[in-house]
């Protein structure tokens, strides 16, 4: 039974550690792209996942309600 548990815990842990070394690299590549694309790059092309963050920007002059 002791050998059962200790080998679900590795087999666990290696997963975990695996799923972490992914979620890394997959950040430091979206890093390292947003890094390469400079500053004055718009949001929606830096992040498209998040391209309904800003529903109420208005570019231009904006009159008071």
């Known amino acids: 039974m002791k050998k059962v548990v200790i080998t ?5 842990v290696a997963g975990l550690a695996i799923y972490a070394f ?4 997959k950040y430091q590549a979206m890093r390292a792209r947003v890094a390469n694309e400079g ?4 949001h929606d092309i830096l992040y498209p ?3 309904n963050i800003f529903k109420k ?8 309600d």
Not at 22 to 25: A, L
Not at 39 to 42: I, L, P, S, V
Not at 57 to 64: F, N, R, S, T
Request: overall charge positive; cysteine-free; charged content about 20%.
């Open 39 to 42: 500053y004055e790059t718009a």
């Open 8 to 12: 679900l815990t590795a087999i666990t």
């Open 49 to 51: 996942r998040h391209s």
């Open 22 to 25: 992914r979620r890394r690299m």
């Open 57 to 64: 920007l208005q570019y231009g002059p904006v009159l008071p």
